[in-house]
């Protein structure tokens, strides 16, 4: 089993769709917790941490469910500008970050 | 703003070449990383560094090599290339401290071993 789970998709949806993704992982131990954004052939970029409690950044929600080991990540009104492939990525260490990468969920959001 | 610098872009090698991927960020960060990503397998650390002088191995340090003699560089080493080192190699860095905090990526060197 894979430490970080996600659907490769990839999610189809048209302008001003709410889409959400979901992302597991297995190290019961996590310390922390994110979502990457990576555009095609480009470096990964920090969308939004994760903290326990959910947290909002703009039209982005992100929920963290330590009993179930359950991530997620809610978009609002998709923008064509939102397509790229969403990583989910987990800390498993409490010092240096040792990060753990999901493969990735691709969204393509079209006019 | 400079921030990760990776170099070279790309490069293509034959079997058995030897090369240094270089990376050096101007961020004054303590901590160092590289990942490999390839299709479906996610990124993977290869090696890191806490600090100047300290280096240790992730989770796919087989056939390389690294070293961090100042805060700015970390450069990793093929000491000899094989087919499965083919890969898009990410460098990263990020301040000390406790483990919620961001990485920043360099752009990646695209690698082909032929």
């Known amino acids: 089993r894979k430490e970080v789970e996600q659907d490769p998709g990839p999610f189809n949806v048209p302008e001003g769709a709410t889409v959400a993704f979901n992302c597991t992982y297995s190290?019961?131990?996590?310390?922390?917790f994110f979502w990457y954004r990576q555009d095609c052939r480009k470096e990964p970029k920090l969308l939004m941490s994760?903290?326990?409690s959910g947290n909002e950044d703009g039209r982005f929600t992100a929920q963290l469910n330590r009993a179930s080991q359950y991530i997620s990540l809610l978009i609002r009104d998709s923008k064509l500008s939102d397509s790229a492939t969403y990583l989910c990525v987990v800390n498993v260490d409490t010092g240096f970050q040792k990060l753990v990468f999901g493969t990735g969920t691709r969204l393509l959001v079209s006019p | 703003n400079a921030g990760v610098t990776q170099t070279p872009k790309f490069q293509v090698l034959k079997t058995g070449q030897s090369m240094t991927l270089q990376c050096a960020q101007d961020m004054n960060h303590e901590y160092m990383s590289w990942y490999r990503q390839d299709p479906g397998m996610g990124l993977r650390l290869i090696h890191y560094s806490v600090g100047a002088g300290i280096t240790d191995q992730g989770e796919v340090p087989n056939g390389y090599n690294v070293s961090r003699s100042t805060t700015e560089d970390f450069p990793l080493r093929l000491l000899s290339a094989a087919p499965s080192q083919t890969s898009v190699y990410f460098c990263?860095?990020?301040?000390?401290?406790?483990?919620?905090?961001?990485?920043?990526f360099g752009d990646g060197t695209r690698l082909s071993i032929l």
């Open positions: 994760v903290y326990s």
């Open positions: 990263a860095s990020s301040t000390q401290g406790y483990s919620n905090q961001p990485q920043h």
């Open positions: 190290n019961s131990a996590s310390q922390s």
